[in-house]
């Protein structure tokens, strides 16, 4: 059952999808103020609205260009027991997009001049196997061959304690920093750095305890301290919600069984402990933030633009070919433009943010159940094209 903080590796041809009945209407021709008409908003929540019903947690969709709003909607509920209606500008458990910030804090610290590209994971943890080939550059691009953590210790969790019910004690418990650390040493691929592509939780996960060893806080602080605090990212926490009733933040649910099978229901998902996450998939934000994330990093705050250049390039391999990522971002093009983007999943959410840089626009999908156990990769997806061909043809 692999079903936390996974990416969803959408590939991501979905970027390279037509709509002709657009072709008048793209951000790069339009002069005039940038909308959604009424056609096209009826169409987009026809399709939400058949694939998430009123009554099941639901969806947040926002759409920016240039700070403007363009279209901004939550539909379902936050709350399956409850009923309580899902609302805009809650905020979400991110998962993977969590990702874009740890990348972020290692360019900072590089910036600074306390890191670089080409150090060696043996000055940080020389014991660890191949530790003087694999550098800073192949964790950030998912090149280094190390093994996920996250699939493993949650499906052994579930295995052994599924009988007892969801919660935090059976699901998340013999998880620590030693366990996770023995676990991506003795399973670790011994491929060769930076000759293959494979996404990696625990490739993150080891970026994330660099940034504390190098500059001697905790990973929590120091990305509040040089990415949050700094771009005023209000609503973007580390900090899970107190309970399950707090105004500010989504329920996020999932399956028992398969959710097309007669009887199957939503169940409400604890937020994820900070410590079983950490770098790889901790951050909760609401969208507007991370949409504001994507804006100011990319004009240059935080790292400088000829850093930020490298960090949006696909990594070029040993053979030759290009990674799917650059340092932290997929990286794809649109009618000649770069899309950055970056998906996220955990066990009662999922997450799809796309930005182009160059138009200053940005489509974010919340979702508040888990996305492979109701096939919503597919369907946020479609949703994603067709925001896009409202644009992009």
């Given at each position: 059952?692999?079903?936390?903080l996974?990416?969803?590796?959408?590939?991501?041809?979905?970027?390279?999808?037509r709509?002709?009945?657009?072709s008048?209407?793209?951000?790069?021709?339009?002069?005039?103020?940038?909308?959604?008409?009424?056609?096209?908003?009826?169409?987009?929540?026809?399709?939400?609205?058949?694939?998430?019903?009123?009554?099941?947690?639901?969806?947040?969709?926002?759409?920016?260009?240039?700070?403007?709003?363009?279209?901004?909607?939550?539909?379902?509920?936050?709350?399956?027991?409850?009923?309580?209606?899902?609302?805009?500008?809650?905020?979400?458990e991110?998962?993977?997009?969590?990702?874009?910030?740890?990348?972020?804090?290692?360019?900072?610290?590089?910036?600074?001049?306390?890191?670089?590209?080409?150090?060696?994971?043996?000055?940080?943890?020389?014991?660890?196997?191949?530790?003087?080939?694999?550098?800073?550059?192949?964790?950030?691009?998912?090149?280094?061959?190390?093994?996920?953590?996250?699939?493993?210790?949650?499906?052994?969790?579930?295995?052994?304690?599924?009988?007892?019910g969801?919660?935090?004690?059976?699901?998340?418990?013999?998880?620590?920093?030693?366990?996770?650390r023995?676990?991506?040493?003795?399973?670790?691929?011994?491929?060769?750095?930076?000759?293959?592509?494979?996404?990696?939780?625990?490739?993150?996960?080891?970026?994330?305890?660099?940034?504390?060893?190098?500059?001697?806080?905790?990973?929590?602080?120091?990305?509040?301290?040089?990415?949050?605090?700094?771009?005023?990212?209000?609503?973007?926490?580390?900090?899970?919600?107190?309970?399950t009733?707090?105004?500010k933040?989504?329920?996020?649910?999932?399956?028992?069984?398969?959710?097309?099978?007669?009887?199957?229901?939503?169940?409400?998902?604890?937020?994820?402990?900070?410590?079983?996450?950490?770098?790889?998939?901790?951050?909760?934000?609401?969208?507007?933030?991370?949409?504001?994330?994507?804006?100011?990093?990319?004009?240059?705050?935080i790292?400088?633009?000829?850093?930020?250049?490298?960090?949006?390039?696909?990594?070029?391999?040993?053979?030759?070919?290009?990674?799917?990522?650059?340092?932290?971002?997929?990286?794809?093009?649109?009618?000649?433009?770069?899309?950055i983007?970056?998906?996220?999943?955990?066990?009662?959410?999922?997450?799809?943010?796309?930005?182009?840089?160059?138009?200053?626009?940005?489509?974010?999908?919340?979702?508040?159940?888990?996305?492979?156990?109701?096939?919503?990769?597919?369907?946020?997806?479609?949703?994603?094209?067709?925001?896009?061909?409202?644009?992009?043809?």
């Amino acid at each position: 059952m692999k079903i936390i903080l996974l990416i969803l590796i959408i590939g991501l041809p979905f970027l390279n999808s037509r709509n002709s009945g657009h072709s008048e209407k793209t951000i790069c021709a339009r002069d005039s103020v940038y909308s959604i008409s009424d056609q096209e908003k009826d169409s987009l929540e026809a399709f939400i609205h058949k694939n998430y019903r009123d009554s099941l947690p639901g969806l947040e969709i926002l759409v920016i260009h240039n700070d403007k709003p363009l279209y901004q909607k939550a539909f379902g509920v936050s709350h399956f027991e409850k009923q309580i209606p899902l609302k805009k500008n809650l905020i979400f458990e991110t998962g993977s997009v969590t990702k874009l910030f740890t990348a972020v804090g290692i360019l900072n610290l590089i910036e600074k001049g306390k890191l670089s590209l080409t150090d060696p994971l043996s000055e940080f943890y020389p014991g660890f196997p191949n530790s003087r080939e694999i550098k800073i550059k192949h964790l950030l691009s998912h090149t280094a061959g190390i093994p996920d953590y996250a699939i493993h210790f949650m499906e052994k969790n579930i295995a052994e304690h599924f009988d007892q019910g969801f919660s935090r004690t059976n699901y998340f418990q013999d998880i620590d920093r030693q366990r996770i650390r023995k676990y991506l040493k003795n399973n670790y691929t011994r491929s060769q750095p930076g000759s293959e592509w494979e996404y990696s939780n625990g490739g993150y996960y080891l970026l994330g305890l660099i940034i504390e060893k190098v500059s001697g806080v905790s990973y929590f602080t120091y990305i509040r301290n040089n990415i949050i605090k700094p771009l005023n990212l209000k609503y973007a926490t580390f900090r899970d919600p107190e309970n399950t009733s707090d105004p500010k933040y989504a329920c996020g649910h999932y399956y028992v069984n398969n959710p097309s099978k007669e009887g199957s229901r939503p169940y409400q998902a604890y937020y994820l402990p900070n410590m079983y996450a950490f770098s790889a998939g901790s951050l909760n934000s609401r969208l507007k933030d991370l949409y504001w994330f994507y804006k100011q990093v990319t004009k240059g705050k935080i790292i400088n633009k000829k850093l930020l250049e490298k960090a949006m390039t696909p990594y070029e391999m040993k053979n030759g070919e290009l990674a799917n990522t650059g340092y932290g971002w997929f990286i794809h093009k649109k009618n000649g433009k770069k899309v950055i983007c970056h998906p996220g999943c955990t066990m009662g959410f999922s997450t799809i943010t796309h930005y182009v840089p160059e138009d200053d626009f940005f489509i974010g999908i919340y979702t508040n159940r888990h996305s492979q156990q109701c096939n919503l990769s597919s369907v946020n997806i479609t949703l994603t094209n067709k925001v896009f061909s409202y644009f992009y043809p």
